[in-house]
């Protein structure tokens, strides 16, 4: 996880869509992020509001959802590297 470059932005509260303001880990710029609870959201859910990390407050859909991304990013890219065992020295040309 990246570290906090001190940096504060807009937050959406995960689950009663309350906007807050917080450190920024994710480097939003244009969307406010959705993946932290509300200090109040995160207190009745007895999560600490200050360990919150996007990837610690992913749903069980989502962690799903990414691993599968993982696992085609890795299959694409051992298809890639099959495909071009002989261009060990490939470089791409500049555009």
Request: a positive charge.
């Amino acid at each position: 996880m990246k570290k906090w470059t001190g940096a504060y932005v807009c937050h959406v509260c995960k689950d009663c869509n309350t906007a807050f303001v917080a450190e920024d880990y994710t480097n939003a710029q244009d969307m406010p992020p959705k993946w932290r609870y509300c200090p109040d959201c995160a207190k009745e859910k007895g999560i600490d509001y200050k360990k919150q990390t996007p990837k610690l407050n992913r749903t069980p859909e989502e962690n799903e959802r990414y691993k599968k991304l993982g696992e085609r990013g890795a299959a694409n890219l051992k298809k890639f590297l099959e495909r071009n065992k002989s261009d060990k020295d490939f470089i791409p040309s500049e555009v």
